[in-house]
C-alpha cells in the first residue's frame, strides 16, 4: 500500500467547518423516519438513480458489508472529521437536490437526512450508531469542499448489513442484491468507489475475549462468506465497467485487533495487514485480489478505526495526544475517495506524490 491513498499521515493546516455549513445544529435533528410509501419498484429506483449521479456529476461511493460490519460508524466517522477537525480543512453539506422527487424519493431523502444530521449529531455526542433499518437502500448525497481544492458531490450508499447475510438453508446461500443496487450497478457507466468492509471482530471488545474464541470465529466466517459472495456479484453486474471502478477492502475496527492505542501497529499497519486479511478473510480477500486483475493500481487495502467504542454502545473519550491516531484514518480515507473520484489528492500529506501518468490517463477515460 505504499503507492496509494492510505499511506503515513500527518496533520495538516485547515480550519474548522462551521455550524452553518455543515448544519449540525441541535435544533436540526430529526425525528425517527415513519414511513407510509409502499412503492416497490426497486428496478426503477436504481434506473434513476443512474440516471441523477450521472446527471449531477455525482461520485457513488458504495460501501459492502454484512451486519455489524462498522459501514455506518465508517461513513458518521468521515462526517466527524470534517465537521470537528481543523485539519480537516474542508466544509460538507448535504445535497439533497442530487436525488428525485415525490413519492418514495421523499422517505429516501429522509433517510439521507436522518443519517447525516439525526445520527451525525448523536455520533459526536460520543453515541454509536444503531444498526440501520431502512426498508430501501439510499445514497446519501453530499458536496464536499476543501479549501483550495475543487468541490465534489459524492453520494454514499447505506442499507442492511443483513441484506448481505448468508442463508446456508439454500442452495445457493447468497442473496441477491436488492433490486435498486442491482439496476444502479447494471447501467452506471461512470466509474465507482466501492468498500468493502470486513470487521476484525463483529460485537465488540469481548467478541475477541478466549471465552468466546469459537462464537466469533463463527461469525467472522459468515462475514468472510457474505464479503466472498458479495464481490462476486459486483464482479458480475459491472462486467466490463470493473476495471474502470477503484477498490477498497478495508479491516475495521483495527483497536480491537491492537488492544490499545498506544501499540506501534494502530498506526503502522502495513506490516502486519496482509497476514491478518488472510487469516481472517482467506474466501473474500482473494476474491478482491482476483478482482479486475488487468488494472492492479485500482485496488487498495487498508485498516480503519471509526472511533473506540464500549460495550455500552458508546464512544470512549480519546485522550488528546491519541486523537491524531483515530482521525488519521478518516483522513485517510477521505483521501482515497477524493483521488478515486478526480485522480487528485486531497491532503498531501496522505498521497505525497503527484498523480501518475497512469493516474491521468484514467482519469481523461473516466471523463
Same mark, same amino acid.
Given at each position: 500500500?505504499?503507492?496509494? /491513498?492510505?499511506?503515513?499521515?500527518?496533520?495538516?493546516?485547515?480550519? +474548522?467547518?462551521?455550524? =452553518?455549513?455543515?448544519?449540525?445544529?441541535?435544533? *436540526?435533528?430529526?425525528?425517527?423516519?415513519?414511513?407510509?410509501?409502499?412503492?416497490?419498484?426497486?428496478?426503477? +429506483?436504481?434506473?434513476?438513480?443512474? #440516471?441523477?449521479?450521472?446527471?449531477?456529476?455525482?461520485?457513488?461511493?458504495? &460501501?459492502?458489508? @454484512?451486519?455489524?460490519?462498522?459501514?455506518?460508524?465508517?461513513?458518521?466517522?468521515?462526517?466527524? !472529521?470534517?465537521?470537528?477537525?481543523?485539519?480537516?480543512?474542508?466544509?460538507?453539506?448535504?445535497?439533497?437536490?442530487?436525488?428525485?422527487?415525490?413519492?418514495?424519493?421523499?422517505?429516501?431523502?429522509?433517510?439521507?437526512?436522518?443519517?447525516?444530521? @439525526?445520527?451525525?449529531?448523536?455520533?459526536?455526542?460520543?453515541?454509536?450508531?444503531?444498526?440501520?433499518?431502512?426498508?430501501?437502500?439510499?445514497?446519501?448525497?453530499?458536496?464536499?469542499?476543501?479549501?483550495? @481544492? /475543487?468541490?465534489?458531490?459524492?453520494?454514499?450508499?447505506?442499507? %442492511?448489513?443483513?441484506?448481505?447475510?448468508?442463508?446456508?438453508?439454500?442452495?445457493?446461500?447468497? /442473496?441477491?442484491?436488492?433490486?435498486?443496487?442491482?439496476?444502479?450497478?447494471?447501467?452506471?457507466?461512470?466509474?465507482?468507489?466501492?468498500?468493502?468492509?470486513? /470487521?476484525?471482530?463483529?460485537?465488540? !471488545?469481548?467478541?475477541? *475475549?478466549?471465552? $468466546?474464541?469459537?462464537?466469533?470465529?463463527?461469525?467472522? =466466517?459468515?462475514?468472510?462468506?457474505?464479503?466472498?459472495?458479495?464481490?462476486? %456479484?459486483?464482479?458480475?453486474?459491472?462486467?466490463? &465497467?470493473?476495471?474502470?471502478?477503484?477498490?477498497?477492502?478495508?479491516?475495521?475496527?483495527?483497536?480491537?485487533?491492537?488492544?490499545?492505542?498506544?501499540?506501534?501497529?494502530?498506526?503502522?499497519?502495513?506490516?502486519?495487514?496482509? #497476514?491478518?486479511? %488472510?487469516?481472517? !478473510?482467506?474466501?473474500?480477500?482473494?476474491?478482491? #485480489?482476483?478482482?479486475?486483475?488487468?488494472?492492479?493500481?485500482?485496488?487498495?487495502?487498508?485498516? !480503519?478505526? *471509526?472511533?473506540?467504542?464500549?460495550?455500552?454502545?458508546?464512544?470512549?473519550?480519546? *485522550?488528546?495526544?491519541?486523537?491524531?491516531?483515530?482521525? +488519521?484514518? @478518516?483522513?485517510? &480515507?477521505?483521501?482515497?475517495?477524493?483521488?478515486?473520484?478526480?485522480?487528485?489528492?486531497?491532503?498531501?500529506?496522505?498521497?505525497?506524490?503527484?498523480?501518475?501518468?497512469?493516474?491521468?490517463?484514467?482519469?481523461?477515460?473516466? $471523463?
Amino acid at each position: 500500500m505504499s503507492s496509494n /491513498p492510505l499511506d503515513e499521515v500527518a496533520p495538516a493546516p485547515g480550519s +474548522r467547518a462551521s455550524k =452553518q455549513e455543515t448544519g449540525l445544529d441541535r435544533d *436540526a435533528v430529526l425525528p425517527p423516519v415513519v414511513s407510509s410509501v409502499t412503492d416497490d419498484a426497486g428496478a426503477e +429506483r436504481g434506473q434513476a438513480l443512474a #440516471q441523477a449521479l450521472s446527471d449531477s456529476d455525482c461520485h457513488p461511493v458504495l &460501501l459492502f458489508g @454484512a451486519a455489524s460490519s462498522g459501514k455506518t460508524a465508517i461513513l458518521l466517522s468521515l462526517l466527524k !472529521y470534517i465537521n470537528t477537525s481543523s485539519d480537516a480543512a474542508a466544509t460538507i453539506s448535504l445535497d439533497l437536490g442530487t436525488l428525485p422527487n415525490g413519492g418514495i424519493w421523499d422517505e429516501l431523502r429522509r433517510y439521507a437526512e436522518r443519517l447525516f444530521y @439525526a445520527e451525525g449529531y448523536e455520533f459526536l455526542r460520543q453515541r454509536a450508531p444503531e444498526a440501520t433499518t431502512a426498508r430501501y437502500p439510499f445514497f446519501v448525497p453530499i458536496e464536499l469542499k476543501p479549501h483550495g @481544492a /475543487p468541490r465534489k458531490k459524492f453520494a454514499f450508499f447505506e442499507g %442492511q448489513g443483513e441484506w448481505f447475510h448468508p442463508d446456508f438453508d439454500k442452495s445457493n446461500p447468497h /442473496p441477491q442484491f436488492k433490486e435498486e443496487i442491482t439496476e444502479f450497478l447494471r447501467l452506471y457507466t461512470g466509474h465507482v468507489s466501492s468498500i468493502y468492509v470486513a /470487521p476484525y471482530a463483529v460485537e465488540g !471488545y469481548d467478541s475477541a *475475549a478466549s471465552q $468466546n474464541a469459537a462464537e466469533a470465529t463463527k461469525r467472522i =466466517q459468515e462475514r468472510d462468506f457474505a464479503l466472498g459472495g458479495i464481490i462476486d %456479484q459486483y464482479d458480475n453486474l459491472r462486467r466490463t &465497467l470493473v476495471h474502470r471502478d477503484q477498490h477498497l477492502f478495508i479491516l475495521t475496527k483495527w483497536d480491537i485487533r491492537c488492544g490499545n492505542l498506544a501499540d506501534p501497529e494502530f498506526r503502522e499497519y502495513l506490516g502486519v495487514l496482509d #497476514q491478518e486479511l %488472510q487469516r481472517k !478473510y482467506p474466501i473474500s480477500f482473494q476474491r478482491f #485480489q482476483n478482482l479486475a486483475p488487468d488494472t492492479p493500481n485500482n485496488k487498495v487495502k487498508g485498516a !480503519y478505526c *471509526a472511533g473506540i467504542f464500549t460495550e455500552r454502545r458508546t464512544l470512549a473519550p480519546v *485522550a488528546k495526544a491519541d486523537t491524531e491516531g483515530v482521525d +488519521r484514518f @478518516a483522513r485517510e &480515507l477521505w483521501d482515497w475517495i477524493y483521488f478515486s473520484a478526480n485522480a487528485t489528492p486531497l491532503y498531501d500529506d496522505v498521497r505525497a506524490q503527484k498523480p501518475s501518468l497512469l493516474d491521468k490517463i484514467m482519469a481523461w477515460i473516466r $471523463n
